[in-house]
């Protein structure tokens, strides 16, 4: 099969479809590539009461707990199309959310902040959360 060698371009038309920016095909910051989805924004949401401790989310899964009430104040602005949480003490959630641009960190730690210190069935502390933009990573 014939084959045509590229001598020119760069990968950013795929790593940046629909964000609409172009690169000189080299990078200073990790780029995430998103096959078949639309472009997602990704955070670390760390879980943590007033005094800035973290909350153990491992009892908080079920129906009506935090972790779902912090998916569903996420859900006000954007779909959650993945995310995961530690199964240890620190409190992390990692998510994945589409459209892109719907949430900033800040704008999203101030959310989940505000809904304070009674959250859920089991009236968690949320009230000193913070989140940052995680970036994607596999493993």
């Not at 000189?24 to 879980?47: C, H, N, R, W, Y």
């Not at 949320?126 to 970036?135: H, K, L, M, N, Y």
């Amino acid at each position: 099969m014939a084959e045509v060698t590229r001598v020119n371009g760069n990968a950013f038309g795929v790593v940046h479809m629909d964000r609409g920016t172009t690169g000189s095909g080299a990078i200073s910051a990790d780029e995430t590539v998103i096959i078949s989805l639309p472009q997602m924004d990704f955070f670390k949401i760390i879980v943590e009461n007033g005094s800035q401790e973290a909350v153990d989310l491992r009892n908080e899964l079920d129906a009506g707990e935090a972790v779902e009430a912090i998916l569903r104040k996420i859900g006000d602005l954007a779909n959650v199309e993945m995310y995961q949480v530690e199964g240890d003490t620190t409190g992390q959630i990692s998510v994945g959310v589409y459209p892109a641009g719907a949430w900033t960190a800040a704008s999203l730690q101030t959310a989940v902040r505000a809904m304070g210190t009674t959250v859920g069935n089991n009236t968690v502390d949320v009230s000193g959360s913070d989140v940052t933009d995680g970036g994607f990573k596999l493993a």
